[in-house]
Every structure is written in structure tokens, then in C-alpha cells.
């Protein structure tokens, strides 16, 4: 088996109906982005807890990505507000636990959404390793 | 909550797809892994774990090792999470004590250019699986009576054409219309294309069978003042007039329709020139004429339709194209045509969208001497008074955007489809949502048109978006088969993944009642205290109300603390993969499969071709199973260089197929 190069570990919140087919099809259309990234669905973004958020930090996990479903939310149209109190709340969470905000991240990504959620991962990858 | 009891017997099942996970994946090392987990009993590499075979061979182990849980590594839910559910239903175990994992798209595929570390990720995520399945408890899906009966909001040609069917599918049928007369739009129309019938026809014909069938109650000056209950059991408060009536039904189906978009004023001239109109106006004008085309007493002889009028909006508020508009301005150019003579028509577009049939409309019209001109958005036409004329001046794309001066006696603004002014108070009486666009939004727009996240609440016709008369019917005519599929059982039953409030820890604050967008929490009284109390055939499972609580009393079903946790955890621990076995899997794979890892089918198979070749309706003869399943399975064997293709049979209509790498078969 190759060396396995160090890679900055991402969590990746996604919710069941609308990103995790994006996701999907990421791998369908074998657009690569990093093995580091772990996803965990949901049914909605705004059922997030900060406390899972702040668990993957404090656990060894280097950034959190929400792919929320941003405006398409089948259930609330509150949802990307409710979304955003979250990271909030969580950054907040982080300051006191002396963690770098810029270690959550959020995007929108719809049910097609391949390439913007590998590019985001790329991205969130890059940016995370400056972080170290 | 209180810590609830770990499963202890879990069976693990790492699926190889022909390939597609096992040339990427070390599935045999990632196995041997899973085996040492807390609480894991057996874990296996199977070929195809979505086959017949293996599901088979799934529940004679959870019988057979008294399984509390498992948990299938292959694909992605989407495709076999209610296969694999009821894999477990059928061996006697709560389908929630099941967790797929997705080891193919959202790995071994997403990472087939890092093979090693395509592993790696897949250990974690089986990892993360094993320990959400150990904290998941076992779920009843919830079961809720049902009233066979429905409310239809709304008696256009999409409601009216709803009620009839589901009337004859058996269900009492309540069918409100807020105008005095039923019809809505098409009640207006005239002359419709394709089959050249009149709105008014359509709408008598249907009207006329409505009558006819005794189970459908129409109210018409009626207004819906407030839905309560839920799927199975709602309760619509209707007003007619003074007298006030309660609606039971099972299910409900909105088709309200639509509003014609009205141009500001000022909009291409509109309310400052008493020329300009718009197509529902200029209809009506073509309708009431006879011989000549009088507007305001003058004669017209030439008319200039402008095209997109409030519509495909790049930076306005409608930003969707009407669909309906180019198809009912061509029509009504024709229609004027063959009513007047010797009048001239411009139109000025920026695109022609008749599509299907009605493009022969669009070709007709060119025939007819119309003149078409294109314009673009960002240079619209501009409309100014010329005597007893109006001036419009139009940039024509086609020509370098030579600016055309066009003298006309009329100015038609081709306008589209808008919400309905009441869609807003319809959307808070159901709690269904809108789209941008304010229209109502389906769960899905392809694979669930006309359900709306309310369970129990449809949507069919023109109120979801803008939509002919035949994609109205087909809209409120599926939403009609899925309601009665719904109201013919006198139970329904419903996910279990809803909200559960930890009584003890609950101080009723009032904030998850507050970000509810469907009123599933109230409180209550119970233990001397007051607290949250949840709906369940109300609750849609989102979890909008978890993070909001201070007191962190809120857990979904599926969802819990112990399990995002727990997978959190599973993803991080450290995963040591030996180097080698995994590459020799990627040529082929044939190194890494071991006869008793076999699903049940191929052991067969390869016990009836020990020493003989023998075709496949021989095997399937033998072995009283299906042929097709026999080609399958003796396809994907061969892919694995198990068996080989030998030569045709007697019949030469099918090959006999032969043992290949396969040394010895255990019984």
C-alpha cells in the first residue's frame, strides 16, 4: 500500500435528500477529493448540534463542512438562518475552547452539486493545512 | 436520556460489487478489522450483497447467530437502504437496528485514484457504522387511522379533473372553490390548441360529471379558514357564507392555480397609453369582436406583441419562464388572422418556446407573414405615443441590432404566470412551502412531484409552477393515484424518525415549539411540571428543534447524541492496513475470494458444473431457479474468473458454461 500522506481530516455534514446525492454523485462521475473527508448525513442542516461540532474538533477531526441545502430546503424556508445561528454557536463554542473559527466551513450544495462539493473540499483541504 | 442497552451480536456484510468497491477497497483486511469490533459477531465480504442470494444467506445468520443489528457496507442508501431494511425485517429484527454504509460512491469511487487510502476511509466509515448501529434503537413505524375522504382546495380544471377520479376510486370528495362558479382560468379560454375546444366545454363537461357522481360535495363561495390534524385525519374549517362547516378528510389536494402577471405601470407603456394591453386582455378583445377589430372604436391594423413581459427576469423577481405565454400569443395571432383580415403582426421575442407540439403553431404563424424580431434582454423594446399610434421602437438581434421603428395601433404585452395573490395565506394554513418563485414546492421535482413535505397535503396543476392544461391534469391526476393509494388503507403508517423529548431534562422553555415550522411541539403537563410534547404523525423528523434546546433535552430518532458521536468517533480511531493483500485484489480479484465466502447461488452453481459443462436452463432445471438469475450470477462468476463460457449447447442456442479457478467446493 502507497505512503499515506498526512491530510487534514474533514467532517463533513450533509443532509439525506439534497447534498448527499451531490456527494454522491461526486463518486459516480470519479471526481477525487481528499480520503480525509468523512460524511455524516442528516434529514436537515438545522438539526445540527453544535456539541457533535465541537466533539469532531476536540476528537481529532481538523475542520467541519456543512453542505447545507442552503434555499432548497424542502422544510423550512428558516433553514439556512436556523443553519447559520448554528455556526454561530458553534464558533463561539470554539473561541472558548481555543480553536480557530475558520475551522467550520458551510456551503450550499444541491443534489447535482458534484463538482462544487469536490472543489470545496479541495479548497477547505488547502486551507486547512495552512491552518496547521 | 437515559443510556440505553449496546447491541452485542452485530453482523457485519462488506460488499465487493463485482468490482466497483473491492478494486479500490482491501475489503478482506477491512473485514478481518470489523471483526474485532465491540459487539461484532460475524463480518463478511460478499460479492453482491444486494442479492437474492446474499440476503438469503443475511437472514439465515441473523437466525442462525441471533443477530441484534447489522450493518451493510456497499453503495449509497439511496439504493438499498429499504432493501437491506426489510432484510432485517424478514429475519425477525427491527429494520432501524440496520446501518448502511457508503463504501462505493462515497468512497472507493471518490477515492479510486488513492486506493490505500480509499481503505483506510472505508475501515473508518465501517467503523463509524458498526457504532451507530450499536446505539440505534429499535423503532415502530407510527400508525395513524385514515378518513377516506378528501379536501380539494380549489375547482379548477385541475381540481375538477382530480375530484371526478378520486370520486370513482371510491373516496368522499370535498371540492372548495372561492368564486362563485367553478372553471378558474380555462372557464374563460376559447378556442384551445390541439383539439380547438372551448375552455368553457372542457369545464361543462367535467362540471356535468361532478354532478353526477354523489360523492363529491362542491362548495363554491367558500373559503378555507384553518386546517388542523394531520395526515389520515385533517380538519379544514370552511366558511360559505355565514354558515361554517368541519371538513374531515384523509389527505388534501391543493390547486389553486395561478394569477396573470400585471405590468407595473409604466411597463411598456401600460395605464399611460390606453394601447397597450395585456394577453388576457387582448383575448378578450378577439373574443367580443365580430368582423372588425375595434379597439377603443378605431380599427386596428397592426398589432406588436411583446414577449416575456415580467418574466425570465435576470435580476427582477420572476426569474422562471412561463411556458404558457409564446404558445397562447402565437395561438391568439392565428386566431386573429383567421377572424379579421389585413392585419399585421410583430412579434418581439427574446426566445419562441413552443415546444412539442405546439411548434406548429410557431410555424404557422411564420407562414402567415408574421414577423418575428429578437430582442435582448438588456435593450428592451421601447413603447411611445405617435398620434393616434403607438411607436415601438425595437434593437432586432438578427440584424447587428439595427433599432426598427414599427408604427402599430395596438401593443400586446405577452405576460406570464404569477402565484396567486392568495398563495401566501394557503401556505400558512398547510404549512407547505414556497419555492423562490413563490410558487408551491413538491418534495422533489422529478422523483416526487406533487407531494409536499406536509405529509398527506398534494399539489397538482399551476400552482406549483407554470403549466398547461394537459401538464395541470397530468399533475393533479398523479397526485389523485397517490392520495387514494394513501386513503384506501384505513392505516397508515409513518417513519419513525421524529423528535423524542427527554422528559427529565425538559424545562418547557418554548424555543423548539417556536422554530416548529409544522406546530408539532406543544407543551404539557406531566410529572408536576410542565414540558414538550411531540406530535409524531406531525413531526417531519428535520431536527430544527435539537440544536435550539438550552437544556439539549431533544434527540431525533436515528439521530441521537450516542450516535453522531459515536460515528465521530469511529471515523477517528487509527486504522493500521497491512501493505500488498489489498493490490492483488485490484487485477481482477479472483486472489481474494475464499469458496465460503461465496454467496450460497454460486456454491451451487459451482456444485452443478463439478466435472460437466451444462447450460444455463440446465442449471436453472437442476437447481429450480430462475434463468435469468442463474445468467447473472454466472456472469459476475465469470467476471471473477470462476467459471469460463465452453461451447454452445445442442440446441446452439445457449452456452455451456465450465468450472475455471475453482480447486474444491465444501458442501
Known sequence: ?132 | MEEKQKKERIGVYICHCGGNISDYVDVAQIRDLAKNEEGVIISKNVMFACADSNQKEMIRDIEDEKLDAIVVASCSPKLHLHTFRNVALRGGINPYNYTQVNIREQCSWAHSDTPGEASIKAAGLIRAGIKKVSFSEALENIEVSSTRAVVIIGAGVSGMRAAIDLAKMGNQVYLIEKEKAIGGNVAKWKELFITGQKGNTIIEALSKQIRELTNITLFTGATIEKVTGSIGNFIAEVNIGDEKLNLKSGAILVTTGFDSYLPTEGEFGYKNNPAVITLPEFKGLIDNSHETLLYNNRKVNSIAYIYCVGMRQTKGENKYCSRVCCTTAIQSSLTVHEKFKDIQAYHLYRDIRTYGKQEILYERSSKNGDIYLKFDEKAPPVVEPIGNKLLVKVKDELTKRRELELETDLVVLVTGLVPRSDSKQISALLKIPVGNDGFFNEIHPKLRPVETVINGVFIGGSCQGPKNISESVQSSLSAAVKINALTKNPTIFLEPIVARINFDACVWCGKCAEVCEYDAIHPLEMYGKTVASVNEAVCKGCGMCAPVCPADAIDMAQYSNNEIEGMIDGFMEKVELVAEAGDKLQDGGEEGIAMKDMPLIWRQLAGCLQGDSKSIPDLAKELGLDSELVTYNLMTMNKYSLVEADKLDDSDEYFSYKLKNIPHVQN
Open chain 1, 1 to 132: 500500500m502507497e505512503k499515506t500522506p498526512t491530510r487534514p481530516k474533514i467532517l463533513v455534514f450533509s443532509t439525506d435528500k439534497i447534498s448527499d446525492p451531490g456527494i454522491d454523485q461526486a463518486g459516480l462521475r470519479k471526481i477525487h477529493y481528499s480520503p480525509a473527508v468523512y460524511v455524516i448525513s442528516l434529514p436537515c442542516s438545522s438539526g445540527i448540534k453544535p456539541r457533535w461540532i465541537l466533539h469532531a474538533l476536540k476528537h481529532g477531526f481538523d475542520g467541519v463542512f456543512i453542505a447545507a441545502d442552503g434555499h432548497e430546503c424542502s422544510y423550512s424556508p428558516r433553514c439556512p438562518e436556523l443553519t447559520n445561528r448554528i455556526i454561530e454557536e458553534s464558533q463561539q463554542m470554539m473561541k472558548e475552547n481555543n480553536i480557530n473559527p475558520k475551522r467550520i466551513r458551510m456551503a450550499a450544495i444541491c443534489s447535482v452539486c458534484a463538482e462544487p462539493f469536490a472543489n470545496h473540499m479541495n479548497n477547505f483541504t488547502k486551507i486547512l493545512a495552512e491552518l496547521e
